[in-house]
Nanobody, 125 residues
């Protein structure tokens, strides 16, 4: 299992930007597909973006496509989510996740076997 710790959340005005980071421990970081999910109060956890292990293909939820960019630095065991043009509806707790089952990025939360504790993002309108 890989351990994950998110950081970089905070309060930002609509239209602004934030960069979330996810620090991973584990010697096989490069073999894990990684993803960001988010959960707003009273709502179910939803997929945001994912990136494959090694191959570095990416997928995004339609709601963030063109505004968010997922990336990873295998040498540093880090994953990032650059969030631009933030909207009030982006307000949520953001979680990073890793899959020990698959190299391929997927939207399904069941694929991911490790989760971080979350970081809060609040976008004021």
């Amino acid at each position: 299992q890989v351990q994950l710790v998110e950081s970089g959340g905070g309060l930002v005005q609509a239209g602004g930007s934030l960069r979330l980071s996810c620090a991973a421990s584990g010697r096989t970081f490069g073999s894990y597909a990684m993803a960001w999910f988010r959960q707003a109060p009273g709502k179910e956890r939803e997929f945001v973006a994912a990136i494959s292990g090694n191959i570095l293909s990416t997928i995004y939820a339609n709601s963030v496509k063109g505004r968010f960019t997922i990336s990873r630095d295998t040498a540093k065991s880090m994953m990032y989510l650059q969030m631009n043009i933030l909207k009030s509806e982006d307000t949520a707790t953001y979680y990073c996740a890793a899959s020990a089952r698959s190299l391929t990025a997927t939207m399904s939360p069941g694929t991911y076997t490790s989760w971080g504790q979350g970081t809060q993002v609040t976008v004021s309108s």
